[in-house]
């Protein structure tokens, strides 16, 4: 694992680059500027960008023209947890433990920067000339931003959000197929567009596109199911956040409609079909399949 | 007036039936959808999607491209009265004479909402081709989304949304530049790129494109003039609302900066100099040109 650490650790640099010079295109002193840096620069993982570069280098191309449509899906990511963290939704006080946005600023500011992220997510895809070197053409930013709207807004994200925030009434029976559901939908279709998107931008070939999709499926509902685990059996001190919550909570969770053994047992085999999707691959996918492993063993 | 009235009830009749279209591609049960539809089918003027289509008619074509990136527009336009009535922003409770998505639904409901539908608006103009007939080659499209990005995010409305909230610290004498400036954000954007946005659709040519972003810059701001003289002199039962409320919250408006007669003035001022914009334009500009008196001339 010391490979991918010594790669995450580059991209994430990298990212937070490209994310800050977008943000000093304006005066740092203006509020909505404040918020949104307060948020977009608080620590992130940048799981969902370094999957878009990843994605194109695992295609043999320079990741680079990938970097626009990474860095929209982060503020995207990040517009969608400070509406979360609202106290109309969730109600949150800390995120990564830093205060939440309308905790920092006001309830109206969150609202507001969080409207702005996502909005500058479309700027920046259909024109990111003025703050990257390099980009794709003309018809794939079209795809790119069609592809990212759909991801997250009615057919993905948004729907998700409610879905999750609607209680459940059906049989437990059906249990399963419905947290499934929700996490296709809340997670799952961001971390699918964040692996798409990395290929389209480099203009990959249909079937290495979709077979990056089948991976990309498989990984954003095992990366759902660790954080359930972890959030029944992780340590509290590295976790950043109290374990066992989820069950206080009552919340509907993968071991707690299947029980923690089996939840264990399907996360693996969800890694397993997600590097199976890979196998046509070279070494460069080399980032995605240590990515996939990662996703189960980490320990945050 | 007798011909505008037409003209408008026309096209607001041609839009509600784009709309509910773009609505019914989804289950209507959802309660995502019923939010969307409660806000988006509450009886709006529909004027940026009409100035779209006589925008594109001006220029001597056919309007029928314009429609998506106007219905796209009105969407933008909902989703952020949406979230300026949540309880952390303005705490309206009631709009257009029905309750606000906040009141008839959940704050949670209505934040994801509004997201959505801001979501949504660039799904319609990356991929309209399941709805609409007619609509504009891909570079175009780009081109269309890059606008509505601009206009309604932190280069236009949401940054305008900003500074409308925060208070005033400057001096007299700078206080109509500031109220100009606010304006020009907040609504002033996005009545140019509904203008902008009609003529980009049909491929106009660039001077025709840049008379009409004069126009539009003109009756943005004359409409929001006219705005705060209704308030101050309006007839209660036609406009649905109280009058004297901005007064009585003490709100920077135009009559309270400069006074009511020479707000008046400054509003025909404006509408001459919007007609002026479309001199080199045929008869085709007839609804422009009428839609900029009616700015003034209205009762609510």
Same mark, same amino acid.
């Given at each position: ?73 982060? @503020? +995207?990511?990040?517009?969608? $947890? ?5 106290? /109309?939704?969730?109600? &949150?006080? =800390? ?61 993905? @994200? +948004?729907?998700?959000?409610? $879905? ?5 009434? /059906?049989?437990?029976? &059906?249990? =399963? ?124």
């Amino acid at each position: 694992m010391a490979d991918l650490k010594t790669y995450i650790k580059k991209n994430q640099d990298l990212i937070n680059g490209c994310l800050t010079r977008i943000l000093d295109e304006f005066d740092r002193d203006r509020i909505l500027i404040r918020a949104m840096r307060h948020s977009l620069m608080a620590g992130g993982k940048r799981l969902r960008p370094i999957l878009s570069i990843a994605a194109a280098q695992a295609c043999g191309k320079d990741f680079r023209p990938a970097l626009p449509v990474g860095c929209a899906i982060e @503020m +995207v990511h990040t517009y969608s $947890l400070i509406h979360d963290d609202l106290p /109309g939704m969730d109600n &949150d006080d =800390l995120r990564r433990g830093v205060p939440t946005c309308h905790r920092q600023f006001s309830e109206a500011v969150a609202i507001l920067a969080g409207d702005a992220l996502l909005t500058h997510a479309f700027t920046l895809v259909s024109d990111p000339g003025s703050l990257f070197d390099d980009y794709p053409d003309e018809p794939v930013r079209l795809k790119l931003i069609s592809k990212l709207a759909r991801a997250s807004g009615l057919h993905g @994200m +948004v729907e998700g959000q409610m $879905l999750d925030m609607q209680s459940y009434s /059906g049989s437990r029976d &059906d249990a =399963l197929d419905h947290l499934k559901q929700i996490h296709a939908k809340k997670t799952g279709e961001m971390i699918i567009v964040s692996v798409e998107s990395g290929a389209v931008s480099v203009s990959a070939q249909e079937d290495q596109i979709q077979s990056l999709v089948g991976y990309a499926e498989k990984i954003g509902l095992a990366f759902q199911v660790a954080d359930d685990i972890l959030n029944v059996e992780g340590d509290p001190k590295i976790l950043g956040k109290a374990v066992g919550s989820d069950r206080a909570h009552d919340k509907m969770t993968f071991p707690a409609v299947i029980g923690l053994d089996r939840s264990k047992k399907f996360a693996r085999s969800l890694v397993a079909e997600a590097k199976d999707c890979l196998s046509r691959f070279d070494a460069a996918a080399g980032p995605l399949i240590q990515i996939a492993d990662y996703i189960i063993n980490r320990d945050h």
